[in-house]
Nanobody
Framework: QVQLVESGGGLVQAGGSLRLSCAAS????????MGWFRQAPGKEREFVAT????????YYLDSVKGRFTISRDNAKNTVYLQMNSLKPEDTAVYYC???????????????????WGQGTQVTVSS
């Protein structure tokens, strides 16, 4: 079992930055691929970024490449999402998730993740 708790969301002006954190409980955190997803009102949950268990490989949604950075600290059981140059279209509830997807493509889909946090709201004003 893995429990995930996100923090760091808030209200920021366009062009600003936020860093989201996701703290995990459980001794097996380091064995999981971690992902960040987001869901805007009236829209489906979408993939944002993923990082392998070792941190050696990352992958991003095209629209956030160059602006967002996912990282993890296995010693602290924490995964981060640094978000820079935020845009109003980044407004959503952001969720972290833990799973064991077998390919890069599967890592972008929600069904491969077994554990989810409760979400943290990010609002970007124009």
């Amino acid at each position: 079992q893995v429990q995930l708790v996100e923090s760091g969301g808030g209200l920021v002006q366009a062009g600003g930055s936020l860093r989201l954190s996701c703290a995990a409980s459980g001794r097996t955190f380091s064995s999981y691929t971690m992902g960040w997803f987001r869901q805007a009102p009236g829209k489906e949950r979408e993939f944002v970024a993923t990082i392998t268990w070792s941190g050696g490989s990352t992958y991003y949604l095209d629209s956030v490449k160059g602006r967002f950075t996912i990282s993890r600290d296995n010693a602290k059981n924490t995964v981060y999402l640094q978000m820079n140059s935020l845009k109003p279209e980044d407004t959503a509830v952001y969720y972290c998730a833990a799973g064991r997807p077998s390919t890069r493509v599967s890592a972008t889909t929600t069904r491969w993740y077994d554990y989810w946090g409760q979400g943290t709201q990010v609002t970007v004003s124009s």
